[in-house]
C-alpha cells in the first residue's frame, strides 16, 4: 500500500531532561519523539500498540532509523511531530516524520523509520489484517 | 548483616547524553550511574545479577531511592561510584553510593536505593543463597 | 510559606522507551516526570520556569530527590503526576509528588524533590518575587 | 580527507536502564553509544571534545544520524563500538560506526552521524587546524 496513507500530529513539550550543555534537544531524543508519533498515529487509527504484542502476538521492531537535524529545539519548546505511514505491505512498515517548532512553524527534524513485523520468535510475519483494516476503512 | 560489607569503585565519564543546558549532569542520571554501580559490585563478588533473573528466577526491583546533590558533575568529567552494600538479609537489599569527582576527589551526590528479592510472581522472596555464601566467603 | 500551596495533575503517557526488561517503567524515569510535574504546575500558577532563568537569572537546581516505588507502571498505562508545593520561603522550594495509575487510581511511586533558588554563579538567593506573588493571589 | 582515516573501539556494557520490555536496547541508545564512540576516537587522536568546544570555540552538532539494526543487544552484554573518521574537510566531518557482539562478535548496529563545525554564533565554520594536525601525524 503507498497510496493516500493515514498521518498524525502530536504535540510534545521540550523538558530539562530533553535537552544537553548546548542548551538544544540531544539528538537521540528525537527517536523517543518519533515513537511517540507512530504510537498516537496507530491509536488514532484505532489499534493499540500494545494489543498488537499482546493480543495478535506480533512486534514491530525498528530495522532502520535516520534523522536528518535542520534547526535545534530548545528547552521548553512546543513541538509537534507530524507522523505518516510511508508504506506498510509484505512483513514490513515505515513510518516518515517532520518534527515542527509549534509557535514558528519552523521545520526542525525530518526522518523515517523502517520495521518489520515479527511473531514471538522474532520471525518475520505479515501486517496483521486488524491493521490492514484499519487502514482500508479510512 | 550489618558488619564489614564489600564495596567497589566504579569510574564512568559523562557523556553529553547526561548533560542538560544548565551544562550539569541531568539529576536523574546518577540513578543509572548507581545501577551501573551495584551491578558491577556484584560482579566484582563473583554473582551476575543477570543469572540471579534467569537461573535463579529472582528479581530485585527498587523500593526506595533517594540522592542528595552536593556538587555538579560536568561532561567529559571522570567519575567515580563508589557502592557499598549497606544491609541485606531476610527479603531485603540495600545499596550506598557515593560519586566523587575523580580528579578532584570532590563528593558530587550521596544516595541509598532500597530493594527487595521477589520471584517471577513479583512475591517477596528470600534472598539467593548463592549470593550469601559469596559475601560470607569474602 | 507552609499554609494551602498549589498543586497540579499532569497526564503522561507511558512510552517505550520509558521500560526495562522487566517490562516496567526504569526507576530513574520517575525524576523526569516529577520535572514534569513540577514545570507544568509552576506555567499553572503562571510562571514560565524558563523566564525565572533567563528574565529573573535564576536557578532552581535539586538538592535532594526521593522516590518510594509503591506498583510498577507499565508500557502504555496513562498515568497522573500529582504534584504540590510543599514548602517556600528564604532560599528554598520543596515539591511533593505523587504518581497514580489514571485508570485503576492506584498509587504507583510518591517521592519528592528539594531544590536551591541559586544565581548566575550558581550562589543561594532568596525565592523571586515574581513567583512569590503568584503564590499569594493564590 | 578520505584516505586511511583513524578508527577505535570502545566497549560498553549494556544496563538494565538501556533496555525496553521487549528485552533488548531500546534503538535510540545506540545513538548514545555512536556519542561516546566518537569521543574517545578523538580522545585517542589527542583531541579532547570538550577542548574544541572550550578552547576553539568550535561545537560539532550532527546533521544526520542514520543506524541499521541487524539483530538485538541485550541486557548485561558487553558490546563494542568501532567508530571510524570516514570524511573530514571543509567544514564537514562524518563517522561511521559498527556494534558489535564482544562475545560472539556478531554486527548488531550499523550507522553514521555527519556533523558540521560552527562557531559560537552556529555559524558554519572550518575544521580546526589542531584537529586536522592529529590526522596528519597519524
New interface residues.
Given amino acids: 500500500m503507498t497510496g493516500h496513507l493515514p498521518s498524525f500530529e502530536l504535540d510534545i513539550?521540550i523538558?530539562?531532561?530533553d535537552?544537553?550543555?548546548?542548551?538544544?534537544v540531544?539528538?537521540?531524543?528525537y527517536?523517543?519523539f518519533f515513537?511517540?508519533g507512530r504510537?498516537e498515529l496507530m491509536r488514532h487509527l484505532g489499534v493499540?500498540?500494545?494489543d498488537l504484542e499482546e493480543t495478535e502476538k506480533v512486534?514491530l521492531?525498528?530495522?532502520?532509523?535516520?534523522?536528518?537535524?535542520r534547526a535545534?529545539a530548545?528547552?521548553?519548546d512546543l513541538i509537534c511531530v507530524r507522523t505518516k505511514i510511508k508504506r506498510i505491505g509484505g512483513v514490513h512498515m515505515e513510518f516518515e516524520y517532520e518534527v515542527v517548532n509549534k509557535e514558528t512553524g519552523q521545520t526542525l527534524v525530518e526522518g523515517f523509520t523502517r520495521h518489520v513485523f515479527v511473531n514471538e520468535k522474532w520471525k518475520p510475519t505479515p501486517v496483521p489484517k486488524s491493521l490492514l483494516a484499519k487502514l482500508h476503512t479510512d
Avoid: F, I
Fill in positions: 513539550r523538558t530539562y531532561a535537552t544537553d550543555q548546548m542548551g538544544v540531544y539528538y537521540s531524543n527517536l523517543v515513537e511517540q504510537t493499540r500498540y500494545k512486534g521492531p525498528v530495522t532502520e532509523a535516520n534523522c536528518r537535524y535545534p530548545r528547552y521548553d
